[in-house]
């Protein structure tokens, strides 16, 4: 009887802050949703003019892009052992190829080359200042997203992923992982190659919103939630400044404030915080 009282205390104390995180990750979507328009009108200070893009490959490039990243990144995760604990290199693995490919086709369609995929420089500090601040004003959606879209997933399958795990526990190479390789890679493929196609055939908010739903779905479903909302400020910051290394930066950013707050709040495996 005691162990049966004991069981459904834990129950409502765990039910009680899932309904607190839940109310929270309320209000903040709700601050988020108010600072849109403020996120927008800030992005267009940078660049007030309207940013066309003119990409010259089409969606076959991509999806050999997509299918050779896959096939490679699947063949490491499976063949090549975990370089450390818990970290595998397969992603990164399949976005390499993915990313090579992309270099490859707009050498070939564009007469900018590679410079096409926001490479023609690295931007000016404006152009990394919008980073910074989509980052800020951007920052109460992200939080509302990384609490509320682990409720809605099984308690196994909430928490840090092991990549992010190993990073919070110091290791060297999930650190380089998560704040540089995966940032540069995922942001030359998504907002670099995919975005400036989906823009022109989707509408600005479209392209924004589907390069951003297939950088979620790469980062897998725990996590999914807050990548898109990061997805989709990546996607506004490389329309407005045509650059894509200030997304680098702000994927960074967001990959270091979500660790710091992770390493405040636990181990990392915090059952209702999954950012990464």
Do not use: K
């Not at 009282?5 to 109310?23: M, N, R």
């Not at 066309?52 to 991509?62: C, E, L, N, S």
């Not at 070939?108 to 690295?122: Q, V």
């Not at 809605?152 to 795990?165: H, I, K, Q």
Request: aromatic share 8%; net charge positive.
């Amino acid at each position: 009887m005691i162990r049966f009282a004991g069981t459904i205390a834990a129950l409502d104390a765990t039910h009680d802050a899932a309904a607190a995180v839940a109310g929270g990750a309320f209000a903040l979507a709700a601050a988020g949703v108010a600072l849109a328009p403020v996120l927008r009108q800030a992005l267009v200070f940078v660049r007030p003019g309207r940013n066309v893009f003119f990409a010259r490959w089409g969606f076959a490039q991509v999806l050999v892009a997509i299918v050779l990243g896959g096939l490679v990144g699947g063949a490491v995760e499976r063949f090549v052992p975990p370089v450390s604990d818990g970290v595998t290199l397969g992603v990164l693995a399949g976005l390499v190829v993915a990313i090579a490919v992309a270099v490859r086709t707009a050498t070939r369609t564009h007469p900018e080359g590679w410079r096409a995929l926001g490479l023609a420089s690295p931007g000016s500090a404006r152009d990394f200042g919008a980073a910074v601040v989509a980052l800020v004003l951007g920052a109460p959606a992200l939080l509302a997203a990384a609490l509320a879209w682990p409720l809605v997933l099984e308690p196994a399958a909430r928490g840090f992923g092991p990549l992010a795990t190993a990073a919070l526990g110091g290791d060297a190479l999930a650190l380089v992982l998560v704040l540089v390789a995966l940032p540069l890679t995922a942001e030359l493929f998504l907002r670099g190659f995919c975005l400036p196609l989906f823009t022109q055939n989707f509408s600005e908010a479209g392209g924004i919103l589907v390069a951003a739903l297939m950088g979620a779905a790469l980062f897998g479903t725990p996590a999914f939630g807050a990548q898109l909302v990061l997805g989709c400020l990546c996607g506004a910051v490389r329309l407005r400044t045509q650059r894509t290394a200030p997304c680098v930066v702000l994927h960074a950013l967001y990959n270091a404030a979500a660790l710091a707050v992770g390493a405040g709040i636990g181990d990392g495996g915090a059952p209702l915080w999954t950012p990464l």
